[in-house]
């Protein structure tokens, strides 16, 4: 079991950017691929980015491409998004997400375990 911490939203002028983390708990982070997932008011969840488990591989959702860029550092037991050139179509509550299927680049949110708490992040135009 893993136990997921977002941290790193807040508020932002649009083409700004942030950096999330997300803190993950246990020695057993590196036996999960990871995620990030956002929610926008009135709108469903949607896939941002993926990880697997060593990092050699990483998936972003078209929205996002060439933007924003999923990391992580096994050793710090750390999930990173990196998001720049931010749009006020960004504002979201953004979530991290633990996946046992550790080499996929898993889009749909039931293929992941685990979910941290989310972190806001707002862009302003």
């Known amino acids: 079991q893993v136990q997921l911490a977002e941290s790193g939203g807040g508020l932002v002028q649009a083409g700004g950017s942030l950096r999330l983390s997300c803190a993950a708990s246990?020695?057993?982070?590196?036996?999960?691929?990871m995620g990030w997932f956002r929610q926008a008011p009135g709108k469903e969840r949607e896939f941002v980015a993926a990880?697997?488990?060593?990092?050699?591989?990483?998936y972003n959702a078209d929205p996002v491409k060439g933007r924003f860029t999923i990391s992580r550092d096994n050793a710090k037991n750390t999930l990173y998004l990196q998001m720049n050139s931010l749009k006020p179509e960004d504002t979201a509550v953004y979530y991290c997400?633990?996946?046992?299927?550790?080499?996929?680049?898993?889009?749909?949110?039931?293929?992941?375990?685990?979910w941290g708490q989310g972190t806001q992040v707002t862009v302003s135009s």
């Open positions: 246990g020695r057993t982070f590196r036996s999960y691929a």
């Open positions: 990880i697997n488990w060593i990092g050699g591989s990483t």
């Open positions: 997400a633990a996946s046992s299927r550790t080499a996929e680049l898993a889009t749909m949110d039931d293929a992941y375990d685990y």
